[in-house]
């Protein structure tokens, strides 16, 4: 059964930015961020070449300004969008702007609400 589960790879890294329960985890459609939803009332961006490469394991980005508790996300196809539900009856939808890599080949992230 599922109580038996015990998966095998490798820990790459340990996200404890949030500061409640983690409600959802979305990809982008070009594997470039991903971004997770929490119960403290943001959703943060994460950068997968970044995780990948072992350079950090902080957030690139957070969205903050909603309030109350986010308990879902969506990637909005075709675009670098995500709408996120709050329980106080609110949707926001955030655009991630994902900039030209930097020295390093590091993206930069910014977003408009």
Partial sequence: GLKDFKPKGILVAHLHEHR?????????????????????GTVKIWDCQRLEKNV??????TCGSQGGRITSIAMCD????????????TLHVNRIECTGKREGGVHKYNGNT
């Fill in 20 to 40: 409640g329960p983690v409600t959802q985890i979305k990809v982008s459609a070009d594997n470039l961020f991903f971004a997770t939803s929490s119960h403290d």
């Fill in 56 to 61: 950090t394991n902080r957030s690139r980005m």
């Fill in 78 to 89: 075709n675009s670098h969008s995500i709408v996120s539900a709050s329980d106080n009856c």
